[in-house]
T-cell receptor, first 112, second 111 residues
């Protein structure tokens, strides 16, 4: 009965490739988020969707594009991967925009 | 811009040795201060939400308190299983739900 799940858990790829990370929540929440955790463990918001509508779009390169096919899913597509994209990416969800956020297990992306 | 600073960066305790972690913040219109626990290789696990100065919440050996400028996470008689990184985050009034995190405190409890 996983609440917020992400696939894959690990992703190793070459510079220049395009990759996607998928996120699903079975909590019935309206709002979903993508965070990036760098090597110093700082968690920074990237995007947020509320009822499939983009509501937070932080200063993130255009190579990153979120897509929400429905309320339960929020995917992250990354084009032309760069070395600096290596990090752990976390998906989270909350009942509404202001409620407690619950995080997925993370996807460790390594760009070689 | 909302800011969160946690101290110390790392804390080593002996089992049973109580201590506190600090989270200092600046935010425009606090809409919640959140504490999470993160184990290596896992996602942050929610612990507490505090909304107003003077509020306190407890869970097992953990107690979170809030003032207008900072929050403390008190750990009473810690056990080795309390070892983790503890993250503090704030949500401001115009953030649309965005959380601003501190860098975390790595807690190690030795048996």
């Amino acid at each position: 009965d996983t609440a917020v799940s992400q696939t894959p858990k690990y992703l190793v790829t070459q510079m220049g490739n395009d990759k996607s990370i998928k996120c699903e929540q079975n909590l019935g929440h309206d709002t979903m988020y993508w965070y990036k955790q760098d090597s110093k463990k700082f968690l920074k918001i990237m995007f947020s969707y509320n009822n499939k509508e983009l509501i937070i779009n932080e200063t993130v390169p255009n190579r990153f594009s979120p897509k929400s096919p429905d309320k339960a899913h929020l995917n992250l597509h990354i084009n032309s991967l760069e070395l600096g994209d290596s990090a752990v990416y976390f998906c989270a969800s909350s009942q509404t925009q202001g409620d407690t956020q619950y995080f997925g297990p993370g996807t460790r992306l390594t760009v070689l | 811009e909302d800011q969160v600073t946690q101290s110390p960066e790392a804390l080593r305790l002996q089992e049973g040795e109580s201590s506190s972690l600090n989270c200092s913040y600046t935010v425009s219109g606090l809409r919640g201060l959140f504490w999470y626990r993160q184990d290596p290789g896992k996602g942050p696990e929610f612990l507490f939400t505090l909304y107003s100065a003077g509020e306190e919440k407890e869970k097992e050996r953990l107690k979170a308190t809030l003032t207008k400028k900072e929050s403390f996470l008190h750990i009473t008689a810690p056990k080795p299983e309390d070892s983790a990184t503890y993250l503090c985050a704030v949500r401001g009034g115009t953030s649309y739900g965005k959380l601003t995190f501190g860098q975390g405190t790595i807690l190690t409890v030795h048996p």
